[in-house]
């Protein structure tokens, strides 16, 4: 059993960043890959970035490809999302996930484990 827990979110300027962390409870979160997702007012989930179990591949959005960054640190059993150059419609609760088998995905049914999420608000 895993455990997700993000933090990091807030309000900023647009052309601001921020930094959201999710920290994963559990021995086997290195062997997940791991990814964010984000739900903005009237939205459905969607796909923001993922990262293998190893760190060796990433995916990204077409939305947020060249602004944001997804890494982890196994030894801490966080994973990070680097979101700069943020705009307006970045607005959403943000989500980290956890995938036990496999590689990425872009597919939210095919994660395990859900955090809480973390508001994340742009303002123009």
């Known amino acids: 059993q895993v455990q997700l827990v993000e933090s990091g979110g807030g309000l900023v300027q647009a052309g601001g960043s921020l930094r959201l962390s999710c920290a994963a409870s559990?021995?086997?979160?290195?062997?997940?890959?791991m990814g964010w997702f984000r739900q903005g007012p009237g939205k459905e989930r969607e796909f923001v970035a993922a990262?293998?179990?190893?760190?060796?591949?990433?995916d990204y959005a077409d939305s947020v490809k060249g602004r944001f960054t997804i890494s982890r640190d196994s030894a801490k059993n966080t994973v990070y999302l680097q979101m700069n150059s943020l705009k307006p419609e970045d607005t959403a609760v943000y989500y980290c996930?956890?995938?036990?088998?496999?590689?990425?995905?872009?597919?939210?049914?095919?994660?395990?484990?859900w955090g809480q999420g973390t508001q994340v608000t742009v303002s123009s």
């Open positions: 559990g021995r086997t979160f290195s062997s997940y890959a």
């Open positions: 996930a956890g995938k036990r088998f496999g590689g990425t995905s872009r597919v939210r049914e095919r994660f395990d484990y």
């Open positions: 990262i293998s179990w190893l760190g060796g591949n990433t």
